[in-house]
């Protein structure tokens, strides 16, 4: 059904920029929780993406589903961004964010810089630490590394970490894999409106709607991983997610009618009508 | 941007069946309200819809932005919805769908017995009169029309209205032209789980991310002309509707993740890492 | 803990009438689903409540749980509004609503023509039938009945019922006992914008949150009966329920803050301090 | 309306506990944007709150509305929460939590300790800043004040100022003075369901069913002040503040009913009725 995207004609968006190297998509994800590297495979090459994140930790101790999974994805095509999920505190992170530099060197990307931070002392919530995220973004900033930090929704924070020189900020929408959506609007808002760098809506979106409403809100990417290779059909949701953030973006720049209280009608009505008019 | 849409071989989607009649496409559009009429029909292509609806009354009477409004269309390709936009009574709206038959026969459509059901007493909020709703709809299914009737989103209401034989059910998400969603979700998920004629989610519908949600919960189509027509730049909106449409509707079809309480991690953490292990 | 509130001057509220008869508690609870008839006078009588419904059908089949529940209730002291609970016709509901009155007058109260009007053909959700209960209305009207009629948040059928002379609507927040709180607050509000009778939100009130919500929306009045009933301690939820009707009807009549986009500081900071200014 | 509270006899709820310090009410006032003294001391009064904060800065350089102000409270059945507002870094909140042990103590307060820390940078939300006010907390724990932390709802952060030796944490609803409600409710559900002290929901609550929400997910307390200083009859909304506080706590006492996706009658209907039966 979605295979006969019409080319329209459409005023050209600018490319996602992060610390100087241009993406056409939107849309990150990642590789963890698919029932096959298979799945995975085919989910990424439906989803359009440009970028997917791996987690460093899990591919160096070959954790379950992640033997071979470095190896799987074409990384001629595809930009690697190393995670350090699994770390608990700065230090850990650092460590493991310059592991993944060095695998990213070992699978052809010499020039990539990137990290996409996590500090994760909390194991129910997977919420990040605030005061361990920003110590270790200071850390790795001055070591070169392009810092992409998962945070919650916290604006103060997001400007500390941008005054720290990191590459974007990723607030989550709720915790991680549980599907909630985006349950911080408010301040995921804040954030939009006040930052210098590309705000990449992470974590808790489970559908196409909530993808899309990050992207009205004028958030610069996403970056979905359980709802895709959780799904029952991971390859067509990721279909789906893909459209949605181009949809959302879409929306964004074509400017969204106001919410109004009461109803507009299509037009002024003038003059009756009778069978006989006709 | 949206220009490069990958073919991705997926399950194909059954088509939309009315009244016997099959559509690609589940968004319908509408003709009123464009700025221009170029900018309607460059709108139209780029949504990508089949069907689209024309207020009989306001082309009947020239109101002002419908003059040459019927002629615009490629009807070879669109099927016309005529609706009774306007009307206050049930009397006032068989008659304009009466009218609306002819329209169509005049401009090519010999078998098009379609009528979008409006029956509008309220000048402030345009919501629907369900009373006089169900007398036209009755009147209009012995009179051989399928009927798709615009309703508040009741439930009991909906069923009373599949029963008399109408094509289709089309609950509004909110007053027409409001851009304030789906703020009745609860009343469109019980009807979309129990009606037996498609449900076609109709009104209040601001942004891609709503029409998203809609196709998620399992409307079968939706109408949407308000937020397309007075978007900043109408034809970009069309497009991101279309697209938003489609990613709910393979959402729909994929299967979405449940929403959990607590986070899930992407895998188990087995063993430690050191630098010594790489 | 909730045993000393404070007797504290304010403006007097106009008292809540419906039919003539004034009263001065705006919350309404039930019979229904209680465990004991114990816990149900207790509940009443914590609650402040001035009206309670009593489902005639019940009562006279003697329903498990429904012996000897009219003779409990001082109806000295508590206004009684008979429901037609368990109609699923328009001609089953007036059958009811007479014996209803009739119970009325053999408990005492001779001048009692209050009927809440339910018609519910369905079972699965108890949601009512706007037709049948409209047709039951103008029915119960014409023979003098005082109609307070159970419906879906449909303003243009709330209208309908007003002009057929009925002496409240009562829209649902959501389903009978779901607890699901207000879940179409856009249509409540235009009803209560526009009656000219009194509304009672009726059904779907889970917390003293919802019930507060629904009165600063200004709805008049609050029946209450599952979140009551089923509450772990029921006489102690009635009272909160009781307190939260009384809080929202305060808050409305004390105009709320507007919600605003931004902060408001306390005050505007003037001149600094040091130590030494102390 | 509400100055007939029949007392009824409740289990007693246990008293809220502040670095060992015990109220009965739940509900937390201050003293800024009040239109006049007089309406603010009314406004304490009808509240029936125990603690009302103090912006010592304000009070120090008599700011407009602030002379005579801590004058204006009877402090020997008030109790005083100094706050740091207007401080934009660690340091400064240090030093003015000093200068408000020092005012509490010449108002007769010889052994009060406690402060509202407050380390706002931004003047536009007023969001706090998480690692200055974890660094002014630290420093205020080691000179033995009882400190409760305003910050954003970061279940972390919260649980690292919980480890600093806080009496309390402080999350905020929405930003000051804004009146949008419980806006990352999931959040703060998160940090009652972990936190070991208190929890007591700060800034952004606009309505009573505002207030009572946040006390049935089980927060501690509460602090309001726009929404009652600014309302239009500031005495009679500070009366519905505190009636709402205790029937959200009541309510969480008494265990609310589940919510349900479908409805539930009353009682299974068990024969039939005929007029003959009456």
Known sequence: MQTVEKPVSQPVDSPLTIAGRSFTSRLMTGTGKYRSLEEM?????????????VAVRRVQTQAPGHEGLAEAIDWSKIWMLPNTAGCQTAEDAVRVAR????MAKLLGQEDNNFVKLEVIPDSKYLLPDPIGTLKAAEQLVKEGFAVLPYINADPLLAKHLEEAGCATVMPLGSPIGSGQGIRNAANIQIIIDNAKVPVVVDAGIGTPSEAAMAMEMGAD????????????KPSMMANAMGMAAKAGRMAYLAGRIPVKDYAIASSPLTGTITGANF
Chains 1, 2, 3, 4 share one sequence.
Not at 41 to 53: A, R, Y
Not at 99 to 102: A, F, K, T, Y
Not at 221 to 232: E, F
Request: proline content about 0%; glycine content about 6%; aromatic content about 0%.
């Open 221 to 232: 990417a996403l970056l979905i991983n359980s709802a895709i290779a959780l799904a029952s």
């Open 41 to 53: 495979q085919e989910s990424i090459v439906s989803s359009g993406c440009e970028i997917v994140t």
């Open 99 to 102: 592991l993944g530099r060095e």
